[in-house]
T-cell receptor, first 115, second 115 residues
Framework: DGGITQSPKYLFRKEGQNVTLSCEQN?????MYWYRQDPGQGLRLIYY???????QKGDIAEGYSVSREKKESFPLTVTSAQKNPTAFYLC??????????????FGPGTRLTVL | AQTVTQSQPEMSVQEAETVTLSCTYD???????LFWYKQPPSRQMILVIR??????QNATENRFSVNFQKAAKSFSLKISDSQLGDAAMYFC????????????FGTGTLLAVQP
């Protein structure tokens, strides 16, 4: 089955701890994205990566970090510097072509709760 | 700033009836794409329909169609013959290329379908 997997589905973290959310895709997509979703709001872009070993900040990158060592994987670390990390996190991937749109395929999401 | 407005936080429709969800956006870009995404209770994001801004003809996908008014920057979604499975959160999301090069999501409209 081709698709995007995110793990875990639910994640609990104590304040002051870093936590890493996993995102894996087997669609052979170049680009990968991380979004945050809060109640009553749409998705907001945290980071994105167009190619291995390169990534760019989105609109709300503060308190987050990413890596892209493999094409298939784009893990997101929520650091203790993120002041309000409780949210639903969605990962997506797409073919990459600058200036044009290619459909983004979304994973099932991870619900992070800070205790 | 590029903004997206979905002025209806919640809507309700009777099964088999038609409902229209509204979306307006603000941009100075001339070339862009517009999307409606559906997020059911499973929280999986699903692409419903897409519209290229350079096309005058409104997009249609089975029971889903759009009314795209480029001059008014309006992009509404019409759902005909509503089904119980249509109950979900619906997000309007323009994609702007060039320097922006990202999807921008509205705050969503929660659609309830009454049997």
């Amino acid at each position: 089955d081709g698709g995007i997997t995110q793990s875990p589905k639910y994640l609990f973290r104590k304040e002051g701890q870093n936590v890493t959310l996993s995102c894996e895709q087997n669609l052979n997509h170049d680009a990968m994205y991380w979004y945050r979703q809060d109640p009553g709001q749409g998705l907001r872009l945290i980071y994105y990566s167009q190619i291995v070993n390169d990534f760019q900040k989105g609109d709300i990158a503060e308190g987050y970090s990413v890596s892209r060592e493999k094409k298939e994987s784009f893990p997101l670390t929520v650091t203790s510097a993120q002041k309000n990390p409780t949210a639903f996190y969605l990962c997506a991937s797409s073919i990459w072509a600058s200036g044009t749109y290619n459909e983004q395929f979304f994973g099932p999401g991870t619900r992070l709760t800070v205790l | 700033a590029q903004t997206v407005t979905q002025s209806q936080p919640e809507m309700s429709v009777q099964e088999a009836e038609t409902v229209t969800l509204s979306c307006t956006y603000d941009t100075s870009e001339s070339d862009y794409y517009l999307f409606w995404y559906k997020q059911p209770p499973s929280r999986q994001m699903i692409l419903v329909i897409r519209q290229e801004a350079y096309k005058q003809q409104n997009a249609t996908e089975n029971r889903f169609s759009v009314n795209f008014q480029k001059a008014a920057k309006s992009f509404s979604l019409k759902i005909s013959d509503s089904q119980l499975g249509d109950a979900a959160m619906y997000f309007c999301a323009p994609f702007y290329g060039g320097a922006t090069n990202k999807l921008i999501f509205g705050t969503g409209t929660l659609l309830a379908v009454q049997p």
